[in-house]
């Protein structure tokens, strides 16, 4: 158990990054394996169309649940897919880390982005951030994987393992399938998970994810009716020992979904169905 980090009283309302841990200052990237298609870049299920994708996602519930403080003692870990200085440093995110399947991969990728720029980790980070405000809000401890957007990392394999002792962990990402015209969100889940009870639980999660996404966002059914996909490639997934998903919230170069990706009311529409998500599952 690496990482152990969770000092309640500190975590309270905060974030916290680990410092010590690779976790704040190795690679990045959330997911893993497959860097692409799952996690990072975008691809599809089938090819390398992406899809994932999302519309919007509501306000109100968010903020009636946060007041109800239904969350209190949980403790949740979010994971900002990638990181704001992974591409200045390629032979940092380029080197191998342990997959979770006996094999290696890359430590992170630079993550997609949309077609005026707006970077994935800026995205994630800006999500995350705002995930944060409401889950704090509502009594939970949180603890992110990196603690600003700016540098490097952490590596996919500590994306996983950041918070060992958090009740269920979230990665946010977003795809970046090469055709515009794929759209919509996907949640993906480990095949299999590191036993079976945290397996049904990261399954349960991504349907309860899935479904708050459904009520405002575009599902990619190419990933599955439920828009949900079993992978067992991707090393975050792959080394967390808690129920955890991996969110693609959206395809970027989707010119709707790039639209809400880059404004902060789309961005707390997706921040608002992960939360709503989060509490169902509870
Ligand atoms: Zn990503």
Redesign the pocket.
């Known amino acids: 158990m690496r990482h152990r980090l969770l000092v309640p009283s500190l975590l309270a309302s905060a974030t916290l990054c680990l410092p010590g841990l690779a976790a704040c200052s190795q690679g990045s ?3 893993g394996p497959t ?1 692409q298609a ?5 691809q599809s299920p089938s090819a390398d169309k992406g899809a994932d994708g999302g519309e919007d996602a509501k306000s109100g519930t968010a903020s009636a649940k946060a007041d109800d403080k239904d969350l209190e003692g949980k403790v949740i870990a979010v994971d900002p ?2 990181n704001g200085g992974n591409a200045k440093h390629p032979g940092e995110i380029n080197r191998q880390v342990p997959d979770g399947r006996g094999g290696t991969k890359a430590c992170n ?1 630079t ?2 982005s949309t077609n005026s720029d707006y970077p ?1 980790a800026d995205f ?1 980070w800006a999500v995350a951030k705002k995930l944060e405000k409401s889950l704090t809000e509502a009594g939970a401890e949180v603890v992110l994987s990196r603690k600003d957007n700016k540098g490097v990392g952490p590596c996919v394999d500590e994306r996983g393992t950041f918070a060992d002792d958090a009740d269920l962990l979230v990665s946010i ?4 399938s090469e055709s515009s015209s794929v759209k919509g969100y996907h949640v993906i889940v480990a095949d299999p998970g590191e036993d079976e009870k945290t397996e049904k639980a990261s399954v349960d999660l991504a349907k309860s994810v899935g479904t708050s996404m459904g009520e405002e966002f575009t599902p990619n059914k190419a990933y599955g009716k439920d828009a949900i996909s079993r992978r067992p490639d991707l090393a975050g997934l792959n080394n967390a020992s808690v129920p955890a998903v991996i969110v ?1 919230c959206g395809e970027m170069r989707n010119p709707s979904e790039a639209e809400l990706m880059e404004s902060k009311s789309g961005q707390k529409k997706y921040a608002d169905a992960l939360f709503d998500g989060i509490v169902d599952w509870f």
Do not use: L, P
Not at 38 to 42: F, I, N, P, R, Y
Not at 173 to 176: D, L, P, S
């Open positions: 990237d959330s997911s860097t799952a996690e990072t870049t975008g897919g990638h990728t993550g997609t994935e994630t990402h977003a795809n970046g693609e």
